[in-house]
């Protein structure tokens, strides 16, 4: 088969660019390129500042509550003291207590529960 008549059989080349148009696309997508660039470095940037400041603050919640947890230690072994000297005779509240961890002896002094981690 042969080409119609009306069609070229070849697509004419293109015209080239005049230098100076050519710098003038290549300086466009070159800003462009450094301004996403500028923006994905200032989005990244924003994100890490915000994880770090939720960490940071995290981090300072958790000392408080360890704070808390230290200043009701002390009142709380003398209760767990006084649940002990109760519990030595019912198995029911000791199986509790192991269960969780805790174990208690008879001979321990002033109903101060002798803890040791059972996990």
Known sequence: MSAPEGIPSETPAEQPMDLTAAVAQLRVLVCGLGAGLILVS???SA???????????????????L???????????GILGELAKYS????????????????FTPGNGAGQ???APLR
């Open 42 to 44: 200032l989005m990244l």
């Open 47 to 65: 994100f890490v500042l915000k994880q770090n400041r939720d960490l940071s603050a995290s981090t300072n919640n958790h000392q408080r509550q």
């Open 88 to 103: 030595m005779g019912k198995p029911e509240l000791t199986a509790i207590f192991t269960k969780h961890g805790l174990q």
């Open 67 to 77: 704070a808390q947890m230290a200043a009701m230690e002390k009142p709380m072994m």
């Open 113 to 115: 529960p002798g803890s």
